[in-house]
């Protein structure tokens, strides 16, 4: 929760603050995120307007993940940027009695400002998300894992397989057969080949 007593409620007065907070459970996705109580560290710009309070900042945390390709441990400086507006309840009231036609899910997505307080996490954790890289890599031109046996490419460059195609596996079996057959009837014909060599000579 971030206090805005200090600051007022005078449109245009300005404050800036910088604060370290603990990452909150399940910042990122599946893939890549920031672990929870991991130090974000805010740089926070809070303006007074009429309505509530106009907050710009920009989170910098470290991200931890594994590679898509290769499956490889990964860890990354994220840097995130966000603005958003916190209304104070009066004010978004008086808003909702001249507008009276305002859409029911806008309403629903407005952030308010309680007791001179506004939490800031649901912000944060829309930039983060946003700012998160969908396919992360250890390395643009990471080579992945063989699809053959699971190796990782970049520890062995010249990593490859034979490549044998299927259509003739078959057919490399049955010359396999065929050798072997020929090779056992040579075997047995030699020393049926002596014993009539030996007939001749007596």
Same mark, same amino acid.
């Given at each position: 929760? /971030? ?30 995120? *920031? ?16 309505d ?6 920009? &989170?910098? &945390? ?49 952030? /308010? ?23 992360? *890599? ?9 699809s ?8 062995d460059?010249? $990593? $490859? $397989? ?20 020929? +090779?056992? +009837? ?8 002596? $014993? ?7």
């Amino acid at each position: 929760m /971030f206090d805005t007593r200090e600051l007022g409620r005078r449109p245009g007065a300005l404050q800036r603050l910088s604060r370290t907070v603990e990452a909150p459970r399940d910042l990122g996705n599946e893939v890549i995120g *920031v672990p929870e109580g991991t130090p974000v560290a805010l740089d926070l710009r809070l303006e007074s307007v009429m309505d509530g309070v106009l907050v710009t900042g920009t &989170a910098r &945390a470290t991200v931890k993940g594994e590679c898509v390709r290769c499956l490889e441990p990964l860890e990354r400086e994220l840097v995130a940027d966000f603005q958003e507006m916190f209304a104070y309840p009066d004010a978004d009231a008086r808003t909702r009695t001249a507008e009276s036609g305002d859409d029911a899910e806008d309403e629903e997505d407005t952030l /308010f400002v309680e007791d001179d307080l506004f939490d800031l996490e649901p912000v944060l954790r829309d930039a983060v998300v946003l700012a998160l890289p969908l396919q992360p *890599v250890c390395r643009e031109d990471c080579p992945g894992l063989c699809s053959d046996c699971g190796a990782r490419l970049a520890d062995d460059p010249d $990593h $490859h $397989h034979d490549a044998v195609d299927i259509r003739w596996a078959a057919l490399q079996g049955l010359v396999g057969t065929n050798q072997d057959d020929e +090779k056992d +009837k040579l075997s047995g014909d030699a020393p049926r080949s002596a $014993h009539v060599d030996e007939k001749q000579e007596k």
